[in-house]
């Protein structure tokens, strides 16, 4: 057969139309297209800098910075290196980042349920939120709430007082500070010790329900586990913890532990920004679990709270996952509004390091580089929880 | 029959009478009962929801309506209210600064022309209905942007004679290159020769010179080099060659081809005459403008180069020559991943190191450089989701019938993958045009920036001019992106009906 | 179709940045092009400040002026770049801009390190503070504790640290990327202090609701000689930007002004002559026309009568000479003769 074929056709394939040919030679000039253009830039960029008395290198980091900054989640002085102000920058963005998310999921949650309510009004607020809250822009809203947050209320001598605990003002929420005392790090190792217990024993129910069907309130036991653990080992070492009260004293408080007006106007619109888009994606997530799930599992006599724990839930969350996850990565990346509103973030943080020491390109690509592995980090936990959650068809 | 009665006993032989439904479940009251009141919890909701939402509409009537200030000459008129509102005058004063930015006043009929002639060629657009969508768009997508380029700007560009040689090339090359391709390669090449040997000349010699310094005459009223000269003359009788050659074709696709290239050659020089004439414009400079003007131009530039880097970028992702796929995966997910700030930061920082020693770009032309980049790549991920959304069929059908890979793509999968993620698009375009207002931290006066900045006019400086500032700013961005949006979901549910299938 | 758009696209990209390509020196490219392109400070009463119709005022504005006239005799012949502190160096460095006159702080590292040149000093500043009046505050040194609000990207910033630390007192530092928001947060609160050079907290005292509610300390922590800048490696225009400059201080000293130029030009006085160039050839030295410096002073005047239109007395700003007074009546401006 093949010789046949093989006669008729021409002998001679010409090179132009040899498709594989055409793809290597396609290839090959877009690839020396590409790399003459990284050429240009790279040859432009050393050329303009050398011009300049300057060349990309990282040793500046090494140097004083000599500024200070409002929010050090570890120590900073202005004695500190840029590398450590970046540094700074860096964790107060996984802060916001961290606190941001956590408000904006509880937020969405009830605004996209709520949305799905059979109450007229209920529905209607939450649509009118979602409209009212996405049609605008983020940056607009960061100002709005710094604005709101500092405008009404008062100054630190008048400061709204909680029970001498925690006292509001235009500087922020200044409460108690907790100071650990020794022995506190047996807390922190029986707190994971409760996490592998509860994970321990939450694997061991599921199994034991697969083999007999008996079922074991695993959740409670696993946070008492978690609670209880380092609650016990607390108690036992006889409380090893003195709190640092807040004391108004010449300007400000002294002492005590600040949240920063910037930190509070910063989280308030990134969650509420950002809670808009999860409930559109929570109203999507539950709707695309067909009633037919439901009313398969009310037949199998599952009750009401089970069918949703166990059957509606599960499958709405693999459609709400994988778009939460990017939601996550948007908030994360919006955080870096917080350069208008001087919050000393990571881009924030760059950019006063860029203004003293002149070390523009290198700074970008700090940015970058950490945005990136960020950006990486989520998109391969997407991918594992994608694998996983995968529907096994049989 | 009837008259004999059943032995079953009672038959009813009508109807019975229709009942109404019982009232508490029909009307504003039964309507009441399933929505609002079903339940005491709902009720305690329902209440509490209402409440919440006339509380919220009394607080924002209460301060723009009631307590505000509507007339008056300076921040006088808002400090003297004790406990006063919205601060209007202010508004009514800076809302030609909001709309132009420092536009001088006496030109400002330019934007004007362009806000009209873009609103109304959008609007007809945007409305399935009307008839002449190609040239709609085509005037959307390459007259108006020209127009306004033209208008804004004031035109009369003063193009290096470098740039011109370089575009005359760039010309006169693709008159040897698009013919042949029409063609294929093969035939191409074995019916032009002369031509092709002409155009290798002419390349070798630009190359040669790009490395070696050739001697320079002065021509066109500039230099030129005795290099590039040559090249363009060869470039030029190859052209004449090759388009000799095809006009005398009776190849129908070969024709049309040829047709196209000399129309968008004579488009492209059409657009050189264009902004290098002078219309007796004022130049105005980028540095005045500001406000909205900037915020539209910003966001209109951003997604109409988006659009086309956008489908390259997506072909690339999807296309089987692993260089240009990983090419693109790397530009995509490059751009997606940083935010939009350090990308306007890189443009306005790094960009002009990136260019040769002199070459200087202006201010805003640096951030539409960063939006266009940044915001194709999201663009790209919209296509991708459109072209996965073409059956497999459809590719095969394609390649079955002999159509190249552009034609594949140009005749049957794009029209059909851009239909589906028009919604997309929009969307898109949402999300950048509230982007816009981060170019406000690299410096330029967007709306949002314009309004920011006009906080510390001393003249103008009260308690309530920032709320009434961002109150304004809100209102204006939400009632374009609520527009949007709304026609976004418009065009999703009538695009819909094509694909779903209806009956058996 | 698309690839060939993108072609034009770059082309026409290529053909806008190759407009402004600078070529030779900066002052040969200003000639060229007919007009100087100024950086300067777009929010900062009395130094930069561009009203609704973008017509620009100020100290550093005047300055961009002189050099216009000098050149152009012509002092409209100015563009101007709003730029903010960030902003400044790179814009200079690029090229896009040719003289930076926006308040900026010469000191060793930016003259050393950016590839820049200052030319002079025009304003000798130096960093304050301003607290509202109600804290009862009367000296920098019973700040201990205070917030204070600043600017990013500023030797303001730096200073701010080193005098907190020197002093050993502690501070909270909120600094923002433009002085509208640093304004806006001291305004709303936010801060006990408002810190940044005391001409700067004269100028923005005055954006506040009510400025005599604030009080300037009168503690001044830093040395901050304000001047014009350039690029470095271009001394022709090096040397017009410093001449002119020196100019607006010798017209001062030789009693020359804006009304009397014109008369002067028939003085018999040789130092006068030699100013307004009816001996020798100074202005060939600088590529200059030889009345030069009676340009500039004929546009717009000479060192103290711009120094009283933008900043003194008779404005709202009402900032005494102090040091910027002349040589010869105790303050710090003085210039090299003309000779």
Known sequence: MTAVIDEARPQRVSLFNDPKVRSLAAQIIFALLVIWLGYEIYHNTSANLAKLNKSVSFGFLWTTAGFDIIQRPIEYTRDSTYFRAILVGFLNTLIVAGVGIFLATIIGFIIGIMRLSSNWVIAKIATGYVELIRNIPLLLQIFFWYAAVLKPLPGPKESVNFFDLAFLSNRGLVTLKFIWGEGSGYIGIAFIVGVVGAFVVGHWAKRRQELTGEQFHSFWAGLGLIIGLPLLTFLMLGGPVTFEYPVFKGFNFVGGFTILPELIALVLALSIYTASFIAEIVRAGIMAVSHGQTEAAHSLGLRSQPTLRLVVIPQALRVIIPPLTSQYLNLTKNSSLAVAIAYPDLVAMGGVVNNQSGRAVEVVLIWMFIYLSLSLVTSAFMNWYNARVRLVER | MTDVPSPQGWVRTEDAPRLPAPPNTTGPVGWMLTNLFSSPMNSVLTILGASFVIWIAWGVIDWALIRGVFTGEDREACVAVPDSGACWPYVWAKFHQFVYGFYPFDQRWRVNICFIVGAVALATMAMPSLPYKKWNALFLLVVYPLMTFVLLTGGNLNLSSSTIYFVTGVLLFSSLVVPLAAFGIEDGIRRNKPALVLAGIAVAIWLVSIFVSMPEIAAFGGYISIATLASLVLLTAAAFFSIGHRASTRDIAARSALLGWVGAVSAIIAVLVLVTADFGLVQVETQQWGGLLVTLVVAVTGIVAALPLGILLALGRRSKMVVVRLFSIVFIEVWRGVPLITVLFMASIMLPLFMPEGVNFDKLLRALVGTALFSAAYMAETVRGGLQAIPRGQYEAAQALGLSYWRMMNLIVLPQALKIVIPGIVNAFISLFKDTTLVLIIGLFDLLGIINASFSDPKWVSPQTGTTGYFVAALMFWVFCFAMSRYSLFMERRLATGHKRRGI | ?339
């Open chain 3, 1 to 339: 179709m698309t690839s060939k758009l993108l072609t034009v696209a770059l082309g026409l990209g290529l053909s806008v940045a190759a407009v402004s390509a600078a070529s030779a020196g900066t002052l040969d490219d200003v000639k060229a092009k007919g007009f100087i392109q100024c950086g300067s400070n777009p929010s900062l009463i009395g130094f930069g400040f561009p009203d609704d119709q973008n017509n620009w005022t100020g100290f550093d504005v005047d300055f961009c002026r002189a050099v216009a006239a000098a050149i152009f005799n012509d002092p409209t012949k100015v563009k101007f770049t709003p730029l903010s502190a960030k902003e400044r160096f790179t814009a200079l460095q690029s090229g896009e801009i040719d003289l930076l006159s926006r308040n900026t702080t010469w000191s060793m590292s930016r003259d050393t390190s950016l590839g820049l040149k200052f030319a002079g000093v025009t304003y000798y500043d130096g960093q304050g503070f301003m607290v509202k009046k109600s804290l009862g505050v009367n000296s920098a040194l019973n700040l201990n504790g205070a917030s204070v609000c600043t600017q990013t990207g500023t030797t303001t910033e730096l200073n701010l640290a080193d005098y907190f630390k020197a002093n050993n007192m502690t501070y909270q530092v909120v600094a923002f990327e433009k002085n509208e928001e640093v304004l806006k947060a001291y305004q709303d609160g936010r801060c006990d202090v408002y810190t940044t050079d005391q001409s700067g907290l004269y100028a923005e005292r005055l954006k506040l609701a009510a400025p005599d509610d604030h009080v300037i300390l009168p503690e001044i922590i830093s040395k901050e000689p304000l001047g014009p800048v350039v690029r470095q490696g271009d001394d022709a225009w090096f040397n017009v930007v410093k001449w002119t400059y020196y100019a607006l201080v010798n017209a001062e000293d030789l009693g020359i002004t804006q009304k009397n130029v014109d008369e002067m030009k028939t003085s018999t006085n040789p130092e006068v002559m030699r100013f307004v160039g009816k001996e020798g050839d100074f202005g060939v030295g600088i590529a200059l026309s030889n009345d030069w410096a009676a340009q500039i002073i004929k546009h717009v005047g000479n060192y103290g009568e711009i120094f009283e239109r933008n900043l003194g007395e008779g404005t709202k700003l009402k900032i005494a000479r102090g040091k910027n007074a002349l040589w010869s009546k105790g303050g710090l401006q003085y210039a090299p003769p003309i000779r």
